[in-house]
Structure formats: structure tokens, C-alpha cells
């Protein structure tokens, strides 16, 4: 494990959550005062990337996770969402719904769940988590809102988590990282440059950068520097939606919770105020598409890609969006969108994060596998990543994060069952 400590310098490679938060703890800690020796390159100079995942209106905060493990993490992060990045954080609460037939409820994860969120230390004074008993009582969380058959399901509501700003708090990360010293650039990394079995920086299309440590935090595009990560850190789409409010609507639904199907991975927030009006986000949690390349097994297919430029989903996955909207909210479903995407993963089929030094190339640490449900870390990611890499985690993290993982493991959140590609679907 290198000695990270000045007068190496560090190339971070991705500005989003992970380098971004990152490069401020290094500045914050190891680095104090030598800030001026961490670079942090990005396909944008002014990070995030507007295709970028952190490129977000919101981003769900939870502490619904059937792993204890995780529950404690979101617990420990969201104690710092609302005093640090209290800003980009509205804690409306998070109402979960899952059909008694599905596996999920059949395994239990559900009650893994609750008991999680009520082991001791867990709880935060005035927010607590129960479970509502009817669709009357479900009806009294969303009041003057016409509800879809999911009210009538097993449900529970969190008061403890609601969304943050992804963009702004992404934005902030950066704006405190640089004003600690830290130096951003542009560019789009190609290729890493290797001296034996070294990694000493990266090509990029407008030059290279060198550097002693170099952090790869690309999300779904880790792969194109790093082959080997291509099907075990797998970038897959998932779908994004989009409709405009009048301000009568936001008035109405302003106050809802989050509402998540756990059947179906569809979930919803309450409305977000943008420069353009009022919106409501939707989106499918899911094991989500793939977009084969050559060589690769997928890679990002986003709406800076040529001839892609309105982001066309599949007409299926369209389709998925609206029922599961009907499903919550049948008002908001006969709307017309304002726009639709593809939000990409860097995705391990445990859904555990991969925080670890390459098992073979010396001086590089690779930051990735964000599995969709990273960003409700970001108050704690940099301290995490940081720990990784001086060999600070836990025994149990640091096995879960490796390399490698831990076997056995698996996502239970997600129907992890044959995945549909791009390119053998109809586009709207």
C-alpha cells in the first residue's frame, strides 16, 4: 500500500461525487496547506459533467437498507446532510411500498429493513420509521393528492431521509476542494501511461497528465481506462423521466415524500424547483440497459454521444415509467414529459462499492461500483475513499469493498435477471 502523504502529488481522474468529495478530504487532511499538489481532472473543467450522474435535480437520502451495514453508513451521512450540506438536503421523508407477492417481501426485506432502522444509535429524535397500516392511513402522508393502488400494499414510512441536490451539493464539493487549493482541469482521459508496472498519470485528447498517485473515479466510464473492470464494474442505463408542474401542482404534491416501489424499482420525488419551473422527477431502480460496444460488454451511452442528442429510451422502459407513476400518482401520469434520459451505473452485482489499489498496477487506486445508491454517501465518501486507501476501513468494509468483494453477497433490492440491450430495443 503506497504512503500517500505530501510531497507526492495526486491525479484524481473524475470530478463527480467520488473525486470530488475526495480530492476536498485529502485537502481537509493528509494535505492540509498543500493542497496546491492534488489535480483534478474531468471531462468538464467545472464538474459535474452534464452527463454525469452527480448532473442530477435530486438524488434520494435514505436509510432503508436491509444490510445494517449500509443503514449505519446513510445513518452517519446524514447526520452530516443536515448540518454541513444542509443547503442541498430537504428532509421530506422516504415512504416505501412493496407488493406481499414479490420477492422481495417474500425474503423479508421488508422487516430487515425496519429492525436495521431500529437497532440502537439509529434513531434521530423526531424522525422515526413505522410502518402504516391501510391505504387511509397511507392517504394521510399525501394529503389532497389522489393516490394509485400502491397506498393498499405493504407500506412504511422513514421521517428520517427525503433528497438532496445532487448538482449543487456535487457543485459545493468542488468549490470547497478548489478554494483549499486544489487545481481542476479539462480533459477526456484516454488511456493510462505506465512506467513497468506503474501508473505515473494519464493521456488525455488535449495532452498528459502525470502524477505520483493517480485515483480513477469515473463512474460508469471506468472501464474504458480499465478493461478488466468491464463486467464486474458493468455501466447499465436506467430510466429517467421527467414532467413540468404549474405552480398550482407543486403547491399540492410540494409537500409529499419520497414514495419508492420496491416490486418494480420505480421511485418518484416530490417537486424540485429548477431555473426553468417547477419539475417532478421519476425514475426505475432496476437492473436497467446495456449498450455493447466493441470489446466491451457496455460503456455509457449518453446524450453527448453522437447521434444521440435527445436521449431516446426504450419505448418498454417508457412504458415501465408511466404505470409505475399511475401507480402513485395517476394525475401525474396523463402529463405530458418535459424530457426522459439514461442515468448510468458502474454497477456490482453484490451492489457493493469498490474502494481498493489495483491488484497489479502499482500507484493506482480505483474508486468505482457506485451500484446506483452512492450519492446519500456524499457527506462521508471522501472519508471512506481516503480511509481506503491508507488502509484505515474496517475489516468488514474493506473485504465487501475489494477487489475482488465478497462472495456471496447480492443486491436484494434489485431483480438482477437477464439484461435488455440498446440496441435490440425500440426508441421513442
Known amino acids: 500500500m503506497p504512503n500517500i502523504k505530501p510531497p507526492k502529488t495526486v491525479l484524481i481522474v473524475g470530478g463527480g461525487e467520488f473525486g470530488s468529495t475526495t480530492a476536498l478530504e485529502l485537502a481537509k487532511t493528509t494535505y492540509k496547506g498543500q493542497a496546491h499538489l492534488i489535480k483534478v481532472l474531468d471531462r468538464s473543467a467545472t464538474p459535474p459533467a452534464t452527463d454525469a450522474a452527480s448532473y442530477d435535480f435530486n438524488k434520494i437520502v435514505r436509510q432503508e437498507y436491509s444490510d445494517p451495514l449500509y443503514a449505519r453508513l446513510a445513518h452517519d451521512a446524514m447526520d452530516l446532510w443536515r448540518q454541513d450540506w444542509k443547503e442541498y438536503y430537504h428532509e421530506c421523508g422516504v415512504v416505501v411500498s412493496v407488493s406481499s407477492d414479490t420477492p422481495q417481501a417474500k425474503s423479508g426485506y421488508i422487516a430487515r429493513a425496519l429492525a436495521a432502522n431500529a437497532a440502537p444509535g439509529m434513531q434521530t429524535p423526531g424522525l422515526g420509521a413505522k410502518v402504516l397500516h391501510g391505504r387511509k392511513e397511507v392517504e394521510g402522508f399525501y394529503p389532497d393528492i389522489e393516490l394509485g393502488d400502491f397506498a393498499g400494499q405493504d407500506v412504511y ?159 418498454a422502459a417508457r412504458q415501465q415509467l408511466r404505470k409505475g407513476l399511475s401507480r402513485v400518482y395517476p394525475e401525474m401520469a396523463k402529463k405530458e414529459w418535459k424530457a426522459s434520459r439514461l442515468c448510468w451505473y458502474s454497477d456490482r452485482p453484490t451492489g457493493d462499492f469498490l474502494l481498493d489499489w489495483h491488484p497489479v498496477l502499482e500507484g493506482l487506486f480505483v474508486a468505482a461500483g457506485c451500484c446506483g445508491h452512492a450519492f446519500k454517501f456524499l457527506p462521508i465518501m471522501g472519508r471512506l475513499i481516503t480511509d481506503a486507501m491508507e488502509g484505515k476501513l474496517s475489516e468488514e468494509l474493506r473485504e465487501i469493498w475489494s477487489w475482488n468483494g465478497k462472495q456471496g453477497r447480492r443486491d436484494e433490492s434489485r431483480d438482477f435477471s437477464e439484461y435488455h440491450r440498446l440496441d435490440q430495443e425500440s426508441r421513442l
Open 157 to 315: 414510512i422513514n421521517h428520517a431521509g427525503g433528497w438532496a441536490n445532487a448538482r449543487g451539493a456535487t457543485e459545493a464539493a468542488v468549490a470547497r476542494a478548489r478554494a483549499l487549493g486544489v487545481k481542476f482541469v479539462g480533459g477526456t482521459a484516454s488511456s493510462l501511461i505506465k512506467e513497468g508496472n506503474r501508473v505515473v498519470g494519464v493521456e488525455t485528447d488535449c495532452g498528459s497528465y502525470r502524477a505520483d498517485i493517480v485515483i480513477l473515479t469515473m463512474g460508469s466510464w471506468t472501464p474504458t481506462l480499465l478493461p478488466e473492470l468491464s463486467s464486474t464494474c458493468l455501466p447499465t442505463g436506467q430510466v429517467v423521466g421527467v414532467i413540468e408542474l404549474s405552480e398550482d401542482e407543486a403547491a399540492r404534491y410540494r409537500d409529499a415524500p419520497v414514495t419508492r416501489l420496491i416490486d418494480n424499482g420505480f421511485y418518484v420525488f416530490p417537486p424540485a424547483l429548477t431555473a426553468s419551473g417547477w419539475v417532478m422527477k421519476f425514475a426505475i431502480h432496476q437492473k436497467g440497459f446495456l449498450n455493447p460496444q466493441p470489446g466491451y460488454p457496455s460503456l455509457p451511452r449518453t446524450r453527448l454521444s453522437r447521434g444521440y442528442e435527445f436521449q431516446q429510451i426504450p419505448v
